[in-house]
């Protein structure tokens, strides 16, 4: 799928954003550290919270696309940037309370930033490549949809580097995946497992032969999505997002009252006069 050359007003040094040639509504955000194995820095970690703040923001911006540039999505996190001298100075202490809450405000701004996926108002499409590593899992259970390359090769990596998994990876991949006893033994274990077995077990809900066709996939389920009245998606992805942290009833109830609101939309009258018309409804921006 070709881009465009909009960037509708997003520049970063570490991210690639542009939107899809006759599909401006869904934009393209692509780690752009390829030399680094889009390993992300303290830098990475600012620039992908300001851009989901950006989108979330912009009414033009109706579906999204993670991906990575290079070789693979992402090594995880830059360990010799973020634990460099220069920063670990910033929250070294001689009291270990207050350097615990130093690093503890550094924790939650990690999450902060890849959180925003998640709350987010718009879908955002995981496109997974190579290997997708520690934070890359972080990351895409952030994510509404993932797809994936048959040979991606993933790993819940920070076992081996003595510590739990402290970005999200822990809190969403058991939500995300089928199998509570999977999830625990690939966070225990650290091991590699590829496309295929994350696919068995719902990490991913397809797999392609090439990053190409990962790519193509991405684009054409993006365009569909953009294509929906952006209130009927928005709210979607909300009471989704609610329902799976709170019982069936508070879901019940609360969607109930959601659409007190929403069902007053002008955006239902459009969508039924399209399909009994058999034509192709056209919805206002947010």
């Given at each position: 799928?070709?881009?465009?050359?909009?960037?509708?007003?997003?520049?970063?040094?570490?991210?690639?954003?542009?939107?899809?040639?006759?599909?401006?509504?869904v934009v393209?955000?692509?780690?752009?550290?390829?030399?680094k194995?889009?390993?992300?820095s303290?830098?990475?970690?600012e620039?992908y919270?300001?851009?989901?703040?950006?989108?979330?923001?912009?009414?033009?911006?109706?579906?999204?696309?993670?991906?990575g540039?290079g070789?693979?999505?992402?090594?995880?996190?830059?360990?010799?940037?973020?634990?460099?001298?220069?920063?670990?100075?910033?929250?070294?202490s001689?009291?270990?309370?207050?350097?615990?809450?130093?690093?503890k405000?550094?924790?939650?701004?990690?999450?902060d930033s890849l959180?925003?996926?998640?709350?987010c108002d718009?879908p955002?499409?995981?496109?997974?490549?190579?290997?997708?590593?520690?934070?890359?899992?972080?990351?895409?259970?952030a994510g509404?949809?993932?797809l994936?390359?048959?040979?991606?090769?993933?790993?819940?990596k920070e076992?081996?580097?003595?510590?739990?998994a402290d970005?999200?990876?822990?809190?969403?991949?058991?939500?995300v995946v089928?199998?509570h006893?999977?999830?625990?033994?690939?966070?225990y274990t650290?091991?590699?497992?590829?496309?295929?077995?994350?696919?068995?077990?719902?990490?991913?809900?397809?797999?392609f032969?090439?990053?190409?066709?990962?790519?193509?996939a991405?684009?054409?389920?993006?365009?569909e999505?953009?294509?929906?009245s952006?209130?009927?998606?928005?709210?979607t992805?909300h009471?989704?997002?609610?329902?799976?942290?709170?019982?069936?009833?508070?879901?019940?109830?609360y969607?109930?009252?959601?659409n007190?609101?929403?069902?007053?939309?002008?955006?239902?009258?459009?969508?039924?006069e399209a399909?009994?018309?058999?034509?192709?409804?056209?919805?206002?921006k947010?």
């Amino acid at each position: 799928m070709k881009e465009s050359n909009n960037i509708i007003n997003y520049s970063y040094d570490l991210l690639e954003v542009s939107s899809l040639a006759g599909a401006e509504e869904v934009v393209k955000v692509c780690f752009n550290r390829p030399n680094k194995r889009n390993a992300f820095s303290r830098k990475m970690f600012e620039e992908y919270r300001n851009c989901f703040q950006k989108i979330k923001n912009d009414p033009l911006v109706k579906c999204v696309i993670v991906c990575g540039s290079g070789p693979i999505f992402s090594a995880g996190i830059d360990f010799k940037e973020i634990f460099e001298p220069a920063a670990t100075d910033e929250i070294s202490s001689n009291d270990p309370a207050r350097n615990a809450l130093k690093k503890k405000d550094m924790l939650l701004s990690f999450q902060d930033s890849l959180s925003q996926a998640e709350s987010c108002d718009k879908p955002v499409i995981m496109a997974v490549h190579g290997n997708c590593i520690g934070l890359g899992i972080d990351i895409i259970t952030a994510g509404d949809i993932r797809l994936c390359t048959k040979d991606t090769k993933f790993s819940v990596k920070e076992v081996d580097l003595a510590l739990a998994a402290d970005i999200g990876t822990l809190q969403r991949l058991p939500k995300v995946v089928s199998n509570h006893s999977w999830a625990r033994e690939v966070c225990y274990t650290a091991r590699v497992f590829d496309g295929k077995e994350a696919l068995q077990f719902g990490l991913v809900s397809q797999i392609f032969d090439t990053q190409d066709g990962l790519m193509e996939a991405a684009s054409k389920l993006a365009i569909e999505i953009a294509k929906k009245s952006p209130i009927a998606v928005l709210g979607t992805k909300h009471l989704l997002n609610y329902s799976r942290d709170h019982t069936v009833s508070e879901g019940l109830t609360y969607t109930a009252t959601w659409n007190s609101v929403m069902l007053q939309t002008e955006d239902i009258p459009t969508a039924i006069e399209a399909m009994m018309s058999k034509s192709i409804p056209k919805f206002s921006k947010l």
